[in-house]
C-alpha cells in the first residue's frame, strides 16, 4: 500500500513538473548571461557554425533563420534575439525548452559557441572582412594518384594562405563526385593534399577531370581550377554489342536467321493467298467463257 | 426408258428446289422476334461504344488497370476470341482434309465464327491501348525480334485465309442466290452477282474452286496452330512466374479447339431451333462434336496438369506466391470451378451418351466456354500480380484487379459485335452450304447449275 502511495505520488510529481515545464520561461542566470564567446568571429569557426547551424537548426528555425521552418518557431535574426548576450544565447541553446532540445547534451562547447557566430554574422555581415580573390593550383602526384591544391594570395607577392578550406571533386556524367573530406583545410605553405580513390571509371580512355573548389567561404571569393588526368579505369563500351544483328538490336539489326526465318515463313504463305485470289479471277474468266 | 429418266430428273430437279428453298429459308423469315434482337446487340454495341469513348476522353483509368496488372479483362478477352477463332481451321481444315463427311453443315458456322472472333479480337486489342493513335507506330517502328509484331503479322493473316474459306465455298451457293433472290433489294442482288463470280459451275471453275480450297485448307493449318502458339509467346517470352512455360504453345492450342468446338456446339444447336434445320444438323452431329468436343477437352485437361502439377511439386520461391494464389489463395475459389466445373465435369458429363443429345450438350458448352474465358483472365491477371521485382509504396488497390463497369462493358459488347456479324451473315447468306450439301446429297451438277 505504501508502495502504491509512493508510485501514485512520483506520478503526481511527473504530471506537475511536465505541467510546469510547458509554461516555463527561460531563468538566465546573471552570471551566464555575462559568459564570453571565447571563439574570435574566424572564417574557420564560420564554416563550422554554418554546417552545424545546416545540421541541427535549420528543420525548425528555417534555411534564413527567420523561424519558418517545417514548423513555426523564434526568428533568429530579428532584433529583439540578436538583442541577447551570447551568454544568454549560450544558455537557451544549452538548456533547451518546450520543442527546443538541449543541445548543451548534443553539441561540444565551441561548437555551441561558434553556431552563436554564425547567427551574429547572419545579420551583420560586416563583422567579417570582405572575401578576397585568392590563387588556386592543382598540382597531381604521380606514384600516388594524389591531388594537391595550393592557394596563394591573389597578388603579386603570390603568399600561400593557410586555414583556406578547400573541395575536391571528380566530374562525373550529371556533376561532380566529392573526395576527400567535407572541409580539407591548407597547411602552412598554402597546400592541402587529397588521395584518389581506386577504382573511378573514366571515359573510354580512362581520363578523369579533377575539379578543385573553394566555395560558400567568408573569406575567399569563389574559385575552381581542373585538370585532367588518365587515372580512371576505361569505361568500357557495349557500343559494339548493340551494333551487332540480335534479338535485343534495333529493328534494322534483326538476326539473319530471324529474317529469313520470319520472311520465309510470311512469303511461303502469303504466295498462296495470292495464289488463291489470282484463282479467283481464274474462276470468273472461266465463267465468262462459258457464256460466250 | 428416256422418258423413266426424264422423270426422275424433274424429281430430282423439285427435291433440289426443296432443298434450295430450305437451306435458304432463313435469309426470306425476318420476323419482329429478329429485329428486336438485332435491336438488342446494337444496343449492347452502342453502350460499349460509349464506355470506349469515355475512356478515349479520360483514359486507361477508367479501367482498373494499374501499374501491376497492366493486362487485366481485354487481354483475357483478346486471348479469348483468338482461341474461339481457332476452331474455323479445325473443322473446315483438319477434320474436312481427314475426309470427315458429317461435318459439311457445320464448316460455314465454324468459319463465320472464326472472321467474327478475330475482327472483334483485332478491335479488342486496339481498345486495350492507352494511345489507339499510335497503331500505326508498330507497322513503321516495330521490330521483326519482338512476338507482338509476329502476333499482329499472323492474326491478320489468318483473318486473310479465314474470309477466304469462308468466301470460295460461298461461290456456288452465290450463283444460286443470285438466281433465287429476284425478290431482294438491289444493293443485295447486286452483291450476290458480284461475289459470285459469274460462277457456272463448269467443270474448269469445279476444278480451280477445289484447287484453292485444298491450298488453303492445307496452309490455314500451320497459321492457325502459329496464331494461338504467338498468342502464348507474348506471355511465355517474358521472365514472369506461371508464363515463364515451355508448353505455353500447346497449352493454349488445345485450350483452344475445346472452347471453338463448344462455341460451335453452342451456335449449331441456336441455328437449328431457330431455322428448324432438324434434318441438316441432326443428333448424330451433336453426338460427334460432343465426342470431339470430350477429345479436345481431355487433351487440355493433360496440358493443365503439367502446367499446374511441374511448378506447384517444386515451388519456386518466385513462382510460389502465384502458384498458391491460385490453388489456396485470392484466385482459388475461381480456378478450381474453372477446372472442375468448366472441365474436368463437363468431360464426365459428356462420356455419358444421354448427354451428347443437342440441348444437354448445348448446356453444358455454355458452361465450357464461360469456364474457358475465366480461364483466360486466370492465365492473363493473377500472373502479374505476383511480380518477379518487389514492388514498394504502391496504393493496397494496386495490388488487385477488379474490372471496372466499363471494361465488362466493352467485354460484352465484343461478344454482342460477334453475334451480330453471325446473325447477319444467317440473314445475307447461307448457313449450312447449298452446294456441298446437294453434292453430297448425290445431285448430279447439271442440275445444281442449271436450276
Keep these: 500500500m505504501a508502495k502504491l502511495n509512493t508510485i501514485v505520488a512520483i506520478l503526481i510529481f511527473a504530471f506537475s513538473l511536465g505541467a510546469y515545464s510547458q509554461t516555463t520561461t527561460w531563468e538566465v542566470s546573471a552570471d551566464q548571461a555575462a559568459k564570453k564567446n571565447p571563439l574570435e568571429i574566424l572564417p574557420k569557426n564560420l564554416a563550422l557554425g554554418r554546417n552545424i547551424f545546416k545540421r541541427s537548426c535549420v528543420s525548425c528555425h528555417g534555411e534564413k533563420a527567420d523561424g519558418k521552418g517545417l514548423i513555426q518557431s523564434t526568428s533568429l535574426i530579428d532584433e529583439k534575439f540578436q538583442k541577447q548576450t551570447d551568454g544568454v544565447v549560450f544558455y537557451k541553446i544549452s538548456t533547451g525548452r518546450d520543442k527546443m532540445p538541449p543541445f548543451g547534451a548534443m553539441l561540444k562547447e565551441d561548437e555551441i559557441w561558434s553556431v552563436i557566430n554564425y547567427l551574429r554574422v547572419l545579420v551583420d555581415p560586416s563583422a567579417i572582412p570582405p572575401p578576397k580573390n585568392v590563387k588556386l593550383e592543382l598540382t597531381t602526384g604521380e606514384e600516388i594518384k594524389s591531388i594537391t591544391a595550393t592557394v596563394l594570395s591573389a597578388d603579386s607577392a603570390k603568399l600561400p594562405l593557410s586555414e583556406v578550406d578547400v573541395h575536391f571533386y571528380v566530374k562525373r556524367e550529371f556533376g561532380l563526385m566529392r573526395i576527400g573530406e567535407m572541409s580539407n583545410y591548407t597547411g602552412a605553405d598554402g597546400k592541402v593534399k587529397v588521395v584518389l580513390p581506386e577504382k573511378i571509371v573514366g571515359d573510354s580512355e580512362g581520363n578523369i577531370t579533377l575539379v578543385v573548389k573553394i566555395e560558400n567561404n567568408f573569406l575567399y571569393n569563389d574559385n575552381e581550377t581542373m585538370a585532367v588526368k588518365k587515372w580512371g579505369t576505361p569505361l568500357l563500351s557495349h557500343e559494339d554489342e548493340f551494333n551487332r544483328r540480335a534479338l535485343w538490336g534495333a529493328r534494322d539489326k534483326s538476326p539473319v536467321w530471324l529474317l529469313l526465318l520470319a520472311n520465309g515463313i510470311i512469303a511461303i504463305v502469303w504466295a498462296v493467298i495470292v495464289y488463291v485470289i489470282y484463282n479467283l479471277f481464274r474462276i470468273k474468266k472461266a465463267g465468262r467463257i462459258f457464256i460466250k | ?451
Design chain 2, 1 to 451: 426408258m428416256t422418258d423413266l429418266y426424264r422423270k426422275e430428273i424433274e424429281i430430282k430437279k423439285e427435291q433440289f428446289q426443296d432443298l434450295v428453298s430450305d437451306l435458304n429459308s432463313p435469309l426470306n423469315r425476318t420476323g419482329s422476334s429478329f429485329k428486336i434482337w438485332i435491336g438488342f446487340l446494337l444496343l449492347l454495341i452502342a453502350m460499349a461504344g460509349f464506355m470506349y469513348v469515355r475512356q478515349l476522353q479520360q483514359g486507361l483509368g477508367t479501367t482498373d488497370m494499374r501499374d501491376i496488372a497492366s493486362w487485366g479483362l481485354y487481354i483475357s478477352d483478346f486471348v479469348f476470341l483468338i482461341a474461339v477463332s481457332l476452331v474455323g481451321s479445325l473443322i473446315t481444315a483438319i477434320l474436312k482434309l481427314s475426309n470427315v463427311k458429317w461435318v459439311t453443315p457445320l464448316t460455314r458456322i465454324s468459319e463465320i465464327i472464326a472472321v467474327a472472333a478475330l475482327i472483334a479480337a483485332l478491335l479488342i486489342i486496339v481498345v486495350d491501348m492507352g494511345r489507339p493513335d499510335r497503331l500505326w507506330h508498330i507497322f513503321v517502328h516495330g521490330r521483326l525480334q519482338s512476338p507482338i509484331v509476329w502476333d499482329i503479322l499472323v492474326v491478320n493473316t489468318y483473318l486473310v485465309i479465314s474470309i477466304l474459306l469462308l468466301y470460295i465455298p460461298l461461290i456456288p451457293d452465290l450463283a444460286l442466290l443470285r438466281k433465287t433472290m429476284g425478290h431482294k433489294p438491289k444493293w443485295q442482288q447486286k452483291m450476290y452477282k458480284i461475289l459470285s463470280l459469274g460462277w457456272q459451275g463448269t467443270e474448269e471453275q469445279l476444278r480451280i474452286m477445289n484447287l484453292s480450297l485444298t491450298a488453303l485448307m492445307v496452309i490455314i493449318i500451320p497459321v492457325a496452330l502459329s496464331i494461338h502458339t504467338v498468342t502464348s509467346w507474348l506471355f511465355a517470352s517474358t521472365l514472369r512466374p506461371g508464363w515463364d512455360s515451355t508448353i505455353f504453345g500447346p497449352y493454349f492450342v488445345s485450350g483452344a479447339f475445346m472452347v471453338g468446338a463448344a462455341t460451335v456446339i453452342v451456335t449449331m444447336y441456336v441455328i437449328m431451333t431457330n431455322y428448324n434445320f432438324k434434318a441438316y444438323i441432326t443428333d448424330k452431329h451433336f453426338d460427334l462434336m460432343g465426342k470431339l468436343l470430350v477429345l479436345t477437352s481431355l487433351v487440355y485437361l493433360y496440358f493443365n496438369l503439367n502446367e499446374f502439377m511441374v511448378p506447384a511439386y517444386k515451388m519456386k520461391s518466385g513462382e510460389s506466391a502465384h502458384i498458391l494464389g491460385l490453388l489456396v489463395g485470392e484466385y482459388s475459389v475461381l480456378f478450381w470451378s474453372v477446372q472442375i466445373l468448366g472441365m474436368i465435369l463437363p468431360i464426365l458429363l459428356m462420356i455419358i451418351k444421354p448427354f451428347r443429345k443437342p440441348k444437354p450438350l448445348m448446356i453444358i458448352s455454355v458452361v465450357v466456354i464461360i469456364g474457358a474465358f475465366l480461364k483466360r483472365f486466370l492465365i492473363v491477371t493473377p500472373t502479374l500480380l505476383h511480380p518477379f521485382l518487389p514492388v514498394q509504396n504502391y496504393p493496397e488497390s494496386y495490388h488487385h484487379y477488379n474490372p471496372t463497369f466499363s471494361e465488362i462493358m466493352i467485354t460484352v459488347g465484343s461478344f454482342a459485335g460477334i453475334m451480330l456479324i453471325i446473325s447477319l451473315f444467317i440473314k445475307l447468306f447461307p448457313i449450312i452450304p447449298v452446294y456441298e450439301t446437294a453434292h453430297e446429297k448425290g445431285f448430279p451438277n447439271e442440275i445444281i447449275n442449271n436450276s
